[in-house]
Protein backbone atom coordinates (compact mmCIF):
# COMPACT_ATOMS: atom_id res chain seq x y z
CA UNK A 1 0.00 0.00 0.00
CA UNK A 2 2.25 2.93 -1.03
CA UNK A 3 0.02 5.38 -2.04
CA UNK A 4 2.69 8.20 -2.99
CA UNK A 5 6.28 7.97 -3.38
CA UNK A 6 8.66 10.70 -4.35
CA UNK A 7 12.29 9.75 -5.32
CA UNK A 8 15.32 11.06 -3.96
CA UNK A 9 14.15 11.51 -0.30
CA UNK A 10 17.37 14.06 0.23
CA UNK A 11 19.77 15.98 -2.72
CA UNK A 12 22.11 18.72 -2.28
CA UNK A 13 22.80 20.28 -6.00
CA UNK A 14 25.47 23.01 -7.01
CA UNK A 15 24.33 26.15 -8.47
CA UNK A 16 23.40 25.40 -11.88
CA UNK A 17 23.14 21.68 -11.66
CA UNK A 18 20.20 19.95 -12.95
CA UNK A 19 17.97 17.22 -11.65
CA UNK A 20 15.00 15.39 -11.39
CA UNK A 21 12.39 14.45 -8.72
CA UNK A 22 10.13 11.67 -9.55
CA UNK A 23 6.78 10.96 -7.98
CA UNK A 24 5.01 7.79 -8.21
CA UNK A 25 1.24 6.85 -6.98
CA UNK A 26 -0.42 3.81 -7.21
CA UNK A 27 -4.19 4.47 -6.59
CA UNK A 28 -5.24 5.80 -10.13
CA UNK A 29 -5.64 9.31 -9.56
CA UNK A 30 -6.18 11.38 -12.17
CA UNK A 31 -4.58 14.61 -11.09
CA UNK A 32 -1.17 15.22 -9.65
CA UNK A 33 0.41 18.39 -8.30
CA UNK A 34 3.72 19.09 -6.86
CA UNK A 35 4.16 21.99 -4.17
CA UNK A 36 7.02 23.52 -2.50
CA UNK A 37 6.93 24.37 1.33
CA UNK A 38 9.26 27.18 3.05
CA UNK A 39 9.42 28.18 6.37
CA UNK A 40 6.53 30.64 7.03
CA UNK A 41 5.14 30.60 3.33
CA UNK A 42 3.20 27.52 3.73
CA UNK A 43 2.50 25.06 0.68
CA UNK A 44 2.99 26.62 -2.66
CA UNK A 45 1.52 25.06 -6.21
CA UNK A 46 4.78 25.07 -8.80
CA UNK A 47 2.80 23.15 -11.52
CA UNK A 48 -0.15 20.40 -11.91
CA UNK A 49 -1.75 18.25 -13.70
CA UNK A 50 -5.28 16.94 -14.63
CA UNK A 51 -4.38 13.67 -16.68
CA UNK A 52 -1.96 11.69 -18.59
CA UNK A 53 -0.10 13.87 -21.25
CA UNK A 54 -1.15 17.70 -19.67
CA UNK A 55 0.26 19.63 -17.19
CA UNK A 56 -0.26 23.53 -15.80
CA UNK A 57 1.45 25.94 -14.52
CA UNK A 58 0.54 26.80 -10.60
CA UNK A 59 1.77 29.81 -8.21
CA UNK A 60 5.58 29.62 -8.44
CA UNK A 61 6.42 27.52 -12.03
CA UNK A 62 9.30 29.74 -12.71
CA UNK A 63 12.61 27.80 -13.07
CA UNK A 64 10.58 24.15 -12.87
CA UNK A 65 9.45 22.23 -15.58
CA UNK A 66 7.03 18.95 -15.53
CA UNK A 67 5.92 15.86 -17.38
CA UNK A 68 3.27 13.34 -17.06
CA UNK A 69 4.16 11.29 -19.65
CA UNK A 70 2.50 8.05 -17.81
CA UNK A 71 -0.41 8.54 -15.67
CA UNK A 72 1.11 7.10 -12.53
CA UNK A 73 4.18 9.22 -12.74
CA UNK A 74 4.83 13.12 -12.48
CA UNK A 75 8.36 14.37 -12.73
CA UNK A 76 9.84 17.91 -11.82
CA UNK A 77 12.36 18.94 -13.16
CA UNK A 78 14.89 21.74 -12.61
CA UNK A 79 17.57 22.72 -15.42
CA UNK A 80 19.77 25.01 -13.77
CA UNK A 81 19.16 24.91 -10.11
CA UNK A 82 19.51 27.96 -7.80
CA UNK A 83 19.73 28.52 -4.03
CA UNK A 84 15.94 29.65 -4.39
CA UNK A 85 15.05 26.85 -5.17
CA UNK A 86 16.31 25.08 -1.22
CA UNK A 87 13.34 23.73 -0.48
CA UNK A 88 10.84 20.73 0.60
CA UNK A 89 9.23 19.07 -2.38
CA UNK A 90 5.68 17.32 -1.29
CA UNK A 91 3.74 15.56 -4.48
CA UNK A 92 0.56 14.70 -4.10
CA UNK A 93 -2.18 13.02 -5.90
CA UNK A 94 -6.08 13.24 -6.11
CA UNK A 95 -9.28 11.36 -7.80
CA UNK A 96 -10.56 13.22 -11.02
CA UNK A 97 -13.50 15.72 -9.81
CA UNK A 98 -11.67 18.03 -8.05
CA UNK A 99 -13.61 18.19 -4.36
CA UNK A 100 -11.71 15.55 -2.68
CA UNK A 101 -8.54 15.37 -0.96
CA UNK A 102 -5.42 15.13 -2.43
CA UNK A 103 -2.72 12.58 -1.02
CA UNK A 104 0.67 13.52 -0.21
CA UNK A 105 4.21 11.78 -0.72
CA UNK A 106 6.91 12.13 2.21
CA UNK A 107 8.82 15.31 0.42
CA UNK A 108 12.02 15.67 -0.55
CA UNK A 109 14.70 17.59 0.97
CA UNK A 110 16.74 19.52 -1.71
CA UNK A 111 19.65 21.94 -1.05
CA UNK A 112 21.12 24.05 -3.43
CA UNK A 113 24.42 25.44 -2.49
CA UNK B 1 -2.64 37.70 -2.89
CA UNK B 2 -2.83 35.31 -0.44
CA UNK B 3 -6.37 33.76 -0.90
CA UNK B 4 -6.19 31.50 2.42
CA UNK B 5 -4.88 32.87 5.74
CA UNK B 6 -4.23 31.51 8.72
CA UNK B 7 -3.05 34.43 11.13
CA UNK B 8 -1.80 32.45 13.93
CA UNK B 9 1.50 30.88 12.92
CA UNK B 10 1.45 28.77 16.84
CA UNK B 11 -1.19 27.66 18.94
CA UNK B 12 -0.41 26.34 22.47
CA UNK B 13 -3.36 24.10 24.60
CA UNK B 14 -3.29 22.12 27.65
CA UNK B 15 -3.77 18.65 27.42
CA UNK B 16 -7.74 17.51 27.36
CA UNK B 17 -8.65 21.28 26.65
CA UNK B 18 -10.10 22.67 22.82
CA UNK B 19 -7.91 23.45 20.43
CA UNK B 20 -9.44 26.06 17.69
CA UNK B 21 -7.66 26.35 14.68
CA UNK B 22 -8.80 29.25 12.50
CA UNK B 23 -8.99 30.08 8.35
CA UNK B 24 -9.83 33.05 6.41
CA UNK B 25 -10.20 33.28 2.82
CA UNK B 26 -10.47 35.84 0.21
CA UNK B 27 -11.53 34.06 -3.21
CA UNK B 28 -15.55 33.96 -3.25
CA UNK B 29 -15.23 30.55 -6.06
CA UNK B 30 -13.66 28.26 -3.10
CA UNK B 31 -16.58 25.72 -2.52
CA UNK B 32 -14.22 22.98 -0.72
CA UNK B 33 -12.63 23.11 2.01
CA UNK B 34 -9.80 21.13 3.92
CA UNK B 35 -7.38 20.93 6.73
CA UNK B 36 -4.40 18.51 6.73
CA UNK B 37 -2.12 17.67 9.67
CA UNK B 38 1.42 17.58 8.89
CA UNK B 39 4.19 15.90 11.81
CA UNK B 40 8.01 16.79 10.60
CA UNK B 41 9.74 15.05 8.14
CA UNK B 42 6.39 13.62 6.88
CA UNK B 43 3.94 14.65 4.19
CA UNK B 44 0.88 16.01 4.81
CA UNK B 45 -2.11 13.81 5.41
CA UNK B 46 -6.02 14.92 4.99
CA UNK B 47 -7.49 15.21 8.16
CA UNK B 48 -11.35 16.97 7.41
CA UNK B 49 -13.30 18.38 5.05
CA UNK B 50 -16.31 20.49 4.30
CA UNK B 51 -18.51 21.45 1.49
CA UNK B 52 -19.80 24.95 0.75
CA UNK B 53 -23.29 23.50 1.42
CA UNK B 54 -23.18 22.69 4.77
CA UNK B 55 -21.51 24.58 8.11
CA UNK B 56 -20.51 22.07 9.85
CA UNK B 57 -18.66 18.52 9.52
CA UNK B 58 -17.94 16.37 12.22
CA UNK B 59 -15.22 13.26 12.25
CA UNK B 60 -14.92 11.82 15.99
CA UNK B 61 -12.82 14.61 18.10
CA UNK B 62 -12.43 16.70 15.09
CA UNK B 63 -15.19 19.27 14.09
CA UNK B 64 -15.00 22.08 11.06
CA UNK B 65 -17.11 24.99 10.57
CA UNK B 66 -17.78 26.99 8.11
CA UNK B 67 -19.09 30.30 7.84
CA UNK B 68 -19.01 31.41 4.19
CA UNK B 69 -20.72 34.97 4.79
CA UNK B 70 -17.79 35.85 7.14
CA UNK B 71 -15.28 33.67 4.86
CA UNK B 72 -14.10 31.35 7.68
CA UNK B 73 -13.54 28.29 8.45
CA UNK B 74 -12.37 26.90 11.70
CA UNK B 75 -11.53 23.85 13.51
CA UNK B 76 -11.81 22.56 16.76
CA UNK B 77 -10.11 19.23 18.44
CA UNK B 78 -11.79 18.06 21.11
CA UNK B 79 -10.12 16.58 23.58
CA UNK B 80 -6.67 18.00 22.72
CA UNK B 81 -4.30 14.84 22.73
CA UNK B 82 -0.10 15.69 22.83
CA UNK B 83 -0.36 13.46 19.48
CA UNK B 84 -2.31 16.57 17.78
CA UNK B 85 1.04 18.31 18.34
CA UNK B 86 1.58 18.99 14.49
CA UNK B 87 1.25 22.03 11.47
CA UNK B 88 -2.42 21.89 10.18
CA UNK B 89 -2.50 23.43 7.21
CA UNK B 90 -5.97 25.23 5.55
CA UNK B 91 -7.08 24.15 2.22
CA UNK B 92 -9.63 25.41 -0.01
CA UNK B 93 -10.43 24.09 -3.26
CA UNK B 94 -12.19 26.08 -6.70
CA UNK B 95 -13.22 25.13 -10.22
CA UNK B 96 -10.92 26.95 -12.06
CA UNK B 97 -12.18 26.24 -15.95
CA UNK B 98 -11.05 23.74 -18.59
CA UNK B 99 -12.58 20.82 -15.71
CA UNK B 100 -9.33 21.38 -13.46
CA UNK B 101 -9.57 22.50 -9.90
CA UNK B 102 -6.91 24.07 -8.22
CA UNK B 103 -5.87 23.17 -4.48
CA UNK B 104 -5.02 26.04 -2.87
CA UNK B 105 -3.21 26.42 1.22
CA UNK B 106 -2.34 28.46 4.24
CA UNK B 107 0.67 29.14 5.87
CA UNK B 108 -0.40 26.44 8.18
CA UNK B 109 -0.70 26.73 12.53
CA UNK B 110 1.54 25.12 14.32
CA UNK B 111 -0.30 23.48 17.41
CA UNK B 112 1.36 22.11 20.68
CA UNK B 113 -0.68 20.24 23.18
CA UNK B 114 0.97 20.33 26.61
CA UNK B 115 0.73 17.61 28.62
Known amino acids: NAGVTQTPKFRVLKTGQSMTLLCAQD?????MYWYRQDPGMGLRLIHY???????AKGEVPDGYNVSRLKKQNFLLGLESAAPSQTSVYFC????????????FGQGTRLTVV | DQQVKQNSPSLSVQEGRISILNCDYT??????FLWYKKYPAEGPTFLISISSIKDKNEDGRFTVFLNKSAKHLSLHIVPSQPGDSAVYFCAAIAYSGAGSYQLTFGKGTKLSVIP
Open chain 2, 27 to 32: NSMFDY
Open chain 1, 49 to 55: SVGEGTT
Open chain 1, 92 to 103: ASSRAGGRTEAF
Open chain 1, 27 to 31: MNHEY
